[in-house]
């Protein structure tokens, strides 16, 4: 399960990132297919800056770092996120995990 902050998604993938990944790089998509200008704002406006991975037994939360790329011809044809582990963990089961 994917949790935006504004919308949960029905996911499925073993690894959390891969998850987070894959989902932002789908809204990347839209963004790069959108020919009118004024959807391109609303779509930038509205990409999730922070996203939590809801898994059966772990939940993992990422920050999300968007950019803006190239401001020439194709003005905005091009934008690229960072994600970032966000420290907080936490387990669905009450139990906790210990990474070494």
Known sequence: MIDTG?????????VH?????????KRRRSLLMTKNSE???????DLPKNIRIIGKQVTRQYR???ERLGSEEF???RFAFTLEDSDEQSTNNGS????L
């Open 17 to 25: 990132r891969n998850v987070a990944i894959k989902y932002l790089m």
């Open 39 to 45: 959807k391109v704002e609303k779509l930038w406006e």
């Open 64 to 66: 999300v770092k968007w």
């Open 96 to 99: 906790f995990s210990v990474e």
């Open 6 to 14: 504004k919308e949960q998604i029905a996911a499925e993938g073993q």
């Open 75 to 77: 003005e905005g044809s």
